[in-house]
Every structure is written in structure tokens, then in C-alpha cells.
């Protein structure tokens, strides 16, 4: 099934509504100039651009509101299935003893390769790009604690 971009649009917006107004709510934090609602309301107010740019193009584009198109099969969806609840259970139960850069890279690396059946040199490189990122952004910028695992006796011995 693919919907216009303008259906899958309002709900995109419509959810960034809901970050913005649920995160209005949320505390300051003492003596900074934003608070916990900063960053849900950061993605709220991306999501209702983003989601109002898919609008203007389903509406320019005059596509029908819902194709119908040939369904997937139910191996492929069972696998697909199967490989994202097991990663997400092996990173919920691995990263205090892995930790955070290498199970990434790892799991990542898996469902590239998984989903999108490229050459696995490749699945590594952009796996290894997206935990740079996602370390970079979460761990450096925003503070988050990720754990490192074993890496932490490799840097700190």
C-alpha cells in the first residue's frame, strides 16, 4: 500500500504537534536557558515543517490518497520483523557489557546489510558513519551517558 505524501504528511505534522504541546509542559532546568522540553520541542517544530513540506508536495503531485500496490511476503516480513526486535533486544541486554560504539556498529551493520542486501563492506561503512553521528550528537553534544563497555578498560588501562 503507499498512501499520497499529503496523507502520510498530516500525520507526520500532526505528531509534531503533539511533541510541541506535550512538551510545553515540561520543567526548566534551573539557572540554563533551556529545559527538558527543549529538545522534544526542537523535533516537534521539525516534524511540523517537514510534515507540511510532505503536504504541499501530495497536494502539488494530485496523486490518490491510497494505492494499493503488491503486498510484501510473509517471510520477508517475519524476517524483517524478527531482525528488528532482535536487535533492539540484544542492545537493550549487550551494551552494558559491549557497550554502546561497538554493538552499535555491529547491529547497525546487520540491519543495513539485512535490509537493503548491499555488499557488506559497504553496511560496515555507513554503519561506522552513523555511530560517529549518533556518538557524536548524543554522547558529546547532548551529554546522554553511552556506555563503553569493554572499550572502557581498552581506553582507561
Given at each position: 500500500?503507499?498512501?499520497?505524501?499529503?496523507?502520510?504528511?498530516?500525520?507526520?505534522a500532526?505528531?509534531?504537534?503533539?511533541?510541541?504541546?506535550?512538551?510545553?509542559d515540561?520543567?526548566?532546568?534551573?539557572?540554563?536557558?533551556?529545559?527538558?522540553?527543549?529538545?522534544?520541542?526542537?523535533?516537534?517544530?521539525?516534524?511540523?515543517?517537514?510534515?507540511?513540506?510532505?503536504?504541499?508536495?501530495?497536494?502539488?503531485?494530485?496523486?490518490?490518497?491510497?494505492?494499493?500496490?503488491?503486498?510484501?511476503?510473509?517471510?520477508?516480513?517475519?524476517?524483517?520483523?524478527?531482525?528488528?526486535?532482535?536487535t533492539?533486544?540484544?542492545?537493550?541486554?549487550?551494551?552494558?557489557?559491549?557497550?554502546?560504539?561497538?554493538?552499535?556498529?555491529?547491529?547497525?551493520?546487520?540491519?543495513?546489510?539485512?535490509?537493503?542486501?548491499?555488499?557488506?563492506?559497504?553496511?560496515?561503512?555507513?554503519?561506522?558513519?552513523?555511530?560517529?553521528?549518533?556518538?557524536?550528537?548524543?554522547?558529546?553534544?547532548?551529554?546522554?551517558?553511552?556506555?563503553l563497555?569493554?572499550?572502557?578498560?581498552?581506553?582507561?588501562?
Open positions: 500500500m503507499r498512501t499520497n505524501d499529503a496523507v502520510s504528511g498530516a500525520m507526520v500532526a505528531l509534531g504537534a503533539a511533541f510541541v504541546v506535550a512538551s510545553a515540561l520543567p526548566s532546568l534551573p539557572r540554563q536557558e533551556y529545559g527538558a522540553g527543549t529538545f522534544p520541542t526542537v523535533i516537534g517544530t521539525l516534524l511540523l515543517v517537514f510534515g507540511g513540506l510532505m503536504i504541499l508536495r501530495g497536494v502539488r503531485h494530485r496523486e490518490a490518497w491510497v494505492k494499493w500496490t503488491a503486498s510484501a511476503p510473509l517471510t520477508r516480513f517475519l524476517g524483517a520483523l524478527a531482525a528488528v526486535v532482535g533492539v533486544v540484544a542492545y537493550v541486554m549487550l551494551t552494558p557489557i559491549i557497550g554502546f560504539p561497538l554493538l552499535s556498529l555491529a547491529v547497525l551493520t546487520a540491519l543495513f546489510y539485512a535490509f537493503h542486501r548491499r555488499h557488506l563492506p559497504l553496511s560496515l561503512g555507513i554503519a561506522a558513519i552513523a555511530t560517529l553521528a549518533i556518538w557524536g550528537l548524543f554522547g558529546q553534544l547532548l551529554h546522554v551517558p553511552l556506555e563497555g569493554i572499550l572502557e578498560q581498552v581506553i582507561y588501562s
